[in-house]
Nanobody
Framework: QVQLVESGGGLVQAGGSLRLSCTASGRAFNFYYMGWFRQAPGKEREFVASISKYGGSLYYGDSMKGRFSVSRDDAKNTVDLQMNGLNVEDTAIYYC??????????????????WGQGTQVIVSS
């Protein structure tokens, strides 16, 4: 397992951008799929984006395609989520996630191996 710490959340106006970062500790970071989920009040945690081991494959939730971009830096043990064109529906707590197995839009949140503590994103209209 890896330990995950997110940063970069905050308050932004609709149409704006935010960049979230997640730093992992533990060995063999590059052996893990890394990703992001989010949970809005009263809703189930949902998949946002993920990136495969070594960064060869990217996955996005449907409403994130074209607006969000996920990347990783294995030398720094970080995974970032660049969010552009934010709207009020993007308001949620965003969680960094990692797993030795595939993380994709089909991955149930309760099957994810490791979570960060979450970072709040609020988009105002």
């Amino acid at each position: 397992q890896v330990q995950l710490v997110e940063s970069g959340g905050g308050l932004v106006q609709a149409g704006g951008s935010l960049r979230l970062s997640c730093t992992a500790s533990g060995r063999a970071f590059n052996f893990y799929y890394m990703g992001w989920f989010r949970q809005a009040p009263g809703k189930e945690r949902e998949f946002v984006a993920s990136i495969s081991k070594y960064g060869g494959s990217l996955y996005y939730g449907d409403s994130m395609k074209g607006r969000f971009s996920v990347s990783r830096d294995d030398a720094k043990n970080t995974v970032d989520l660049q969010m552009n064109g934010l709207n009020v529906e993007d308001t949620a707590i965003y969680y960094c996630a990692s797993d030795a197995n595939l993380l994709s839009p089909a991955t149930p949140w309760f099957n994810v191996g490791s979570w960060g503590q979450g970072t709040q994103v609020i988009v105002s209209s």
